[in-house]
């Protein structure tokens, strides 16, 4: 059978149009693809990820992806009613309250929501500046937009369009899993959703 050279041209093409696409990691119905971990309530509700946990909770509850990422662009959208909560990317399990160690994207009520967070390791590794608090216009109860990006050892955090966090080549782990926190210890309302993602 002889195949035209516009046709391989044409499949080539498309291939690499659809490697350069970003394919969801939340299909918004189920959780499917994600694992709870232990502490805290995790259901899908009105097509969103809503986790949710009580003061009396020592534990941090997570959602975990089922495999591990290395290199991506990842965006999603967060809503933070009560609590602080996370979201974690290239970070390992461990047998911890928190069940991770790795880094987080700050996700809460407060200002430093768009830092970084070291988990297991450096604490505070960066906080978002306040001309970036300034711009980014992010209000507690109200949805926000995420996007991270980890290439080779830098990364790069956005809310809402404005760089809150940017590292160049860090130290931190390269792979893992990505992650929902709960925190432990605290009355806790938050909600994800059109979480996408394109390897690199």
């Known amino acids: 059978m002889k195949i035209s050279i516009s046709c391989l041209i044409l499949a080539f093409s498309f291939s690499l149009f659809a490697k350069d696409q970003f394919v969801p990691l939340f299909d918004g119905k189920t959780l499917k693809g994600w694992t709870p971990m232990q502490g805290g309530n995790w259901e ?5 990820i ?14 975990l992806t089922n495999r591990e990422y290395s290199d991506f662009v990842i965006q999603a959208k967060f809503c933070v009613h009560k609590g602080d909560s996370g979201f ?6 461990v047998k911890s309250a928190v069940s991770v160690n790795g880094f987080q994207v700050e996700i809460d009520t407060s200002q430093e929501t ?6 297991g390791g450096r604490a505070w590794v960066k906080k978002p500046s306040k001309k970036a608090i ?6 507690q109860g109200k949805w926000a937009d995420l996007e991270l990006r980890a290439i080779g050892r830098n990364v790069t955090v956005s809310i809402n369009g404005v760089v809150c966090s940017e590292l160049k080549n860090d130290k931190g782990r ?4 990505f992650g929902l926190q ?10 994800y959703k059109d979480i996408r993602i394109k390897e690199l």
């Open 134 to 139: 300034a711009e980014r216009k992010y209000e």
């Open 88 to 93: 974690y990317f290239r970070s390992a399990k």
């Open 44 to 48: 899908v509700k009105d097509g969103a």
């Open 114 to 119: 768009g830092g970084l967070y070291e988990t």
């Open 50 to 63: 809503l986790g949710t946990s009580q003061k009396s909770e020592q534990r941090h509850g997570m959602l």
């Open 182 to 191: 709960l925190h432990g210890r605290q009355e806790m309302k938050v909600k």
């Open 174 to 177: 390269t792979k893992g899993y």
